[in-house]
């Protein structure tokens, strides 16, 4: 396996030695400090960041290599330069290429024509990267993954994407909860049963809020409007996803022991109320920390070649 571009990209077994890695990391920051001496990273960002950017160029420093950070203005991309053109140069120069932009198909394009690791750092419809901190800070606070009952509420988004991939993975019993219009990709939905009919896990996609965290573990949620949605649709996109908010409300709905989570950032009093992302069952900041382990784990094991990868993807 060359690129992680989705989360199904991975097997099952991809997914354990990802998260066992990226727990390795987090014990040890620095036990592989010049498994990329002398190299640089290429990280393309078309959209802000805070996590992904500041957690892989950190990451890529502990490896030993240098983070070169762009953006659209940067590269003659910008100009008019063709996505294949800018793969095939950037795979003489770099080990790897991190990108976070809009259509996934555009990040599809460069990994097919680059000859280095393609590493999705967030497109439309896939948060790879966030799915796999998700993961690991649920085996942490858990201690297991396979049964585990996660919902998430709101805009059937590309962090719900890769969280119903991820979850399917790793035998978990995986719920959405969005409004009509807002629901999940179905081809999205379709690969993640796929995935869950032979782990053991189990997919959900529903419209009831209550429904989807009923009895859960974990009520994950993100923001309403994302980057790349317009901003005209905000009223109504609020309006439609009220009933979708997590507050202690619907959290009573969930296990009494539930953990709340967050990709971040939030908007607090929309998607979700100050005094749950605040409050002690939030487990947000253990995630965006987890985002820096885990991406030390992809590169090490995208540039090592140790995934096999799901042909089926
Ligand atoms: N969660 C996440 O991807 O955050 P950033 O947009 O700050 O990278
Ligand atoms: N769904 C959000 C996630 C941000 C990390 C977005 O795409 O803007």
Redesign the pocket.
């Known amino acids: 396996m060359k690129d992680l571009l989705r989360t199904a990209d991975l097997t099952p077994g991809d997914l354990e030695r990802v998260l066992d890695l990226a727990a390795a990391y987090k014990r040890h920051p620095h036990r592989q400090r010049t498994l990329l001496a002398g190299e640089t990273v290429v990280l393309y960002f078309n ?9 892989f160029e950190t990451a890529v420093a502990r490896l030993g290599a240098v983070p070169i950070g762009v953006g659209p203005n940067d590269l003659q991309l910008g100009r008019g330069e063709t996505i294949e053109d800018t793969a095939r140069v950037m795979s003489r120069y770099a080990r790897a290429f991190v990108i ?1 932009t809009f259509l996934d198909d555009d990040v599809a394009r460069f990994a097919r024509t680059s000859s280095i690791p393609v590493i999705n ?2 497109t439309d419809l896939h ?1 790879p ?2 799915s796999l ?1 998700d993961l690991m800070t649920i085996r942490e606070r858990l201690g297991r993954l396979e049964g585990v009952k996660v919902a998430y509420v709101g805009d059937g988004n590309n ?1 719900a994407h890769s969280l119903l991939e991820a979850g399917a993975l790793a035998g978990m019993d995986v719920r959405c909860g969005s409004p009509a219009g807002y629901l999940p990709e179905p081809e999205v939905v379709e690969r993640a049963k796929a995935i869950a009919a032979r782990t053991g896990g189990k997919v959900t996609v529903t419209s009831d809020p209550i429904e989807a965290v009923h009895g859960c573990h974990a009520v994950y949620t993100d923001v309403w409007l994302s ?1 790349g949605d317009a901003e005209t649709e905000r009223a109504e996109r609020i309006r439609t996803f009220s009933p979708f908010q997590v507050n202690d409300t619907l959290l009573g709905h969930a296990d009494r022991d539930v953990i709340f989570m967050h ?3 939030d908007h607090r009093g929309e998607e979700v109320t100050a005094e749950v992302v605040d409050g002690p069952r939030s487990i947000v900041f253990d ?2 920390e987890n ?1 820096l382990h885990t991406s030390a784990a992809v590169l090490e094991a995208l540039v090592c070649g140790a995934l096999k990868g799901n042909p089926a993807a």
Not at 47 to 55: A, D, L, V, Y
């Open positions: 959209k802000p960041s805070t996590r992904t950017r500041i957690s976070r750092a967030l948060h990267c966030q901190a962090v980057m990709c971040l950032p995630q965006a985002r």
